[in-house]
T-cell receptor
Framework: DTEVTQTPKHLVMGMTNKKSLKCEQH?????MYWYKQKAKKPPELMFV???????INESVPSRFSPECPNSSLLNLHLHALQPEDSALYLC??????????????FGPGTRLLVL | AQSVTQLDSHVSVSEGTPVLLRCNYS??????LFWYVQHPNKGLQLLLK??????LVKGINGFEAEFKKSETSFHLTKPSAHMSDAAEYFC????????????FGTGTLLAVQP
């Protein structure tokens, strides 16, 4: 099973709302990633978790708050977002063993619209 | 410096004709390269990857890519396009180290005409 699931599929929120995106995988992967993808652009890395610890934060604004409660689950908490944060948010996972050329498996994404 | 360049932002082919999507890379190290496909409103799916085992890499759905070190290229090909191949294709370089970061090309949108 090489599936990464993400919920919800779509999310509309106001600038004062608090919401969360959820990502789950059951492949035994120990590295998990959040990407942001704007229309007609490649994905941009936001965060990397390795063995449930945050290893990379690509200078993402604090209105995005990641959380990795266990090895299978990754959340992205959203608060006071701006309209320019509207995008497709992709989750990915990989073995996390530091093996070169590790394959990252992507979820279907959550399409977020901030009004 | 590590970088990936996809030479065409749009490619249009007729169904049943060959597909060629071009990718050039720059890497200080022996590169690891991937091709991912993204159908509209979907996540990314791995098509194939090069990990220095063989220069001609076969992937899913009849796609293959050839690693050419002398040309620093990793072009994606398919002998006969199908309507379902219409999608965005990303050439990706593995940045590596302890971070497992990927460097994405800007993408090539493949249109398949009936």
């Amino acid at each position: 099973d090489t599936e990464v699931t993400q919920t919800p599929k779509h999310l509309v929120m106001g600038m004062t709302n608090k919401k969360s995106l959820k990502c789950e995988q059951h492949m035994g992967h120990r590295a998990m990633y959040w990407y942001k993808q704007k229309a007609k652009k490649p994905p941009e890395l936001m965060f990397v978790y390795s063995y449930e610890k945050l290893s990379i934060n690509e200078s993402v604004p604090s209105r995005f708050s990641p959380e990795c409660p266990n090895s299978s689950l990754l959340n992205l908490h959203l608060h006071a977002l701006q309209p320019e944060d509207s995008a497709l948010y992709l989750c990915a996972s990989s073995l996390g063993q530091g093996i070169p050329q590790e394959t990252q498996y992507f979820g279907p994404g959550t399409r977020l619209l901030v009004l | 410096a590590q970088s990936v360049t996809q030479l065409d932002s749009h490619v249009s082919v007729s169904e049943g004709t060959p597909v060629l999507l071009r990718c050039n890379y720059s890497s200080s190290y022996s590169p690891s390269l991937f091709w991912y496909v993204q159908h509209p409103n979907k996540g990314l799916q791995l098509l194939l990857k090069y990990t220095s085992a063989a220069t001609l890499v076969k992937g899913i759905n009849g796609f293959e890519a050839e690693f050419k070190k002398s040309e620093t290229s990793f072009h994606l090909t398919k002998p006969s396009a199908h309507m379902s191949d219409a999608a965005e294709y990303f050439c990706v370089l593995f940045y590596g180290g302890a971070t497992n970061k990927l460097i994405f090309g800007t993408g090539t949108l493949l249109a398949v005409q009936p």
